[in-house]
């Protein structure tokens, strides 16, 4: 089994700067990729960022390139998603995910584990 926590959502201004962790625990060897998700009310959930474990390649939804970064920090077992330039349009709850599978990661159903999700709000 695999656990996943965020933390780091809160209300903040349109233009400010915000980084959620994910804390990975359990059998998490197997990873092939971790991602980031958002859902907005009434809206289906939207790809924001992976990363390809071995390789530490990364990916990013259009809406978000250019503006959010996805990191790593091995000691810890730990993702990060900064977030820069935060517009009102990225108000959701953002979701950590685990995925066991290969490609596709911008994919939600090739992810296996989800964590409970942190709610980001940005103020106009």
């Known amino acids: 089994q695999v656990q996943l926590v965020e933390s780091g959502g809160r209300l903040v201004q349109a233009g400010d700067s915000l980084r959620l962790s994910c804390a990975a625990s359990g059998r998490t060897s197997s990873r092939s990729a971790m991602g980031w998700f958002r859902q907005a009310p009434g809206q289906e959930r939207e790809f924001v960022a992976a990363?390809?474990?071995?390789?530490?390649?990364?990916y990013y939804g259009d809406s978000v390139k250019g503006r959010f970064t996805i990191s790593r920090e091995n000691t810890k077992n730990t993702v990060y998603l900064q977030m820069n330039g935060l517009k009102p349009e990225d108000t959701a709850i953002y979701y950590c995910?685990?995925?066991?599978?290969?490609?596709?990661?911008?994919?939600?159903?090739?992810?296996?584990?989800w964590g409970q999700g942190t709610q980001v709000t940005v103020s106009s």
């Open positions: 990363m390809h474990w071995s390789s530490s390649s990364t």
């Open positions: 995910a685990l995925s066991m599978a290969y490609g596709l990661w911008s994919v939600a159903d090739k992810y296996d584990y």
